[in-house]
């Protein structure tokens, strides 16, 4: 069965802090990496995309991917009080041609002012 | 410019009956996806359609869950005798197409089962 985990945390920053927020996948033949932000009560929104290994910046995000130790990671800079939300680590497991996302359980975040 | 709308955003039933809940994709997308949360748990995958087809429904319920996505109107998932396991959030998401695998999902709709 494909799983990805996530620390449930939480995990508690000072505003300004960078927040470092992990994942690993079991499935050794995933392509695509996604993070979303989900607040309390609403729907996830799309943070990031990576598909090939190394570092992807936008803004204060930068994702960072890992195939061979199946590992993807987030990176706040200057986390904001506004980044408290619980962020979801998801994997295509589709095979080629289609394509559904695994969903960790997320990792709540906590900035705190 | 809409993003994927969902509707009824809440909808309360009572053990037995039917929930009916909506989906309309972004315009030009042609892939919708129905993802279930439970409380305190992580989205779960349902079931991927395209217009008139069902691509995967591996995570769909054997019985009871149905869903469809005809060629005009929006996306329909179905559920048939609630019970109170059902209660969840219910989320679609749609996308351009197999090579934009981006998923942007909608605002939800909360199912409530008394």
């Known amino acids: 069965q494909k799983e990805v985990e996530q620390n449930s945390g939480p995990l508690s920053v000072p505003e300004g802090a960078i927040a470092s927020l992990n994942c690993t996948y079991s499935?050794?033949?995933?392509?695509?990496f996604f993070w979303y932000r989900q607040y309390s009560g609403k729907s996830p929104e799309l943070i990031m995309s990576i598909y090939s290994n190394g570092d992807k910046e936008d803004g204060r995000f930068t994702a960072q991917l890992n195939k061979a130790s199946q590992y993807v990671s987030l990176l706040i800079r200057d986390s904001q009080p506004s980044d408290s939300a619980t962020y979801l680590c998801a994997v295509n497991a589709g095979n080629t041609g289609f394509q559904k996302l695994v969903f960790g359980t997320g990792t709540r975040l906590l900035v705190s002012p | 410019n809409a993003g994927v709308m969902q509707n009824p955003r809440h909808l309360v039933r009572r053990r037995g009956q039917e929930a009916r809940l909506r989906c309309s994709p972004v315009?030009?997308?042609?892939?919708v996806y129905w993802y279930r949360q439970l409380p305190e748990e992580g989205l779960k995958f349902m079931v991927y359609?395209?217009?008139?087809?069902?691509?995967?429904e591996s995570g769909m319920p054997k019985e009871r869950f149905s869903a469809e996505f005809p060629k005009e109107g929006p996306s329909i998932l179905r559920i048939q005798q609630v019970v109170r396991g059902d209660s969840a959030a219910y989320f679609c998401a749609s996308s351009p197409g197999q090579n934009q695998e981006t998923q942007y999902f909608g605002p939800g709709t909360r199912l409530l089962v008394l």
């Open positions: 359609l395209q217009k008139e087809n069902i691509i995967d």
């Open positions: 315009k030009g997308h042609s892939h």
């Open positions: 499935d050794r033949g995933s392509q695509s």
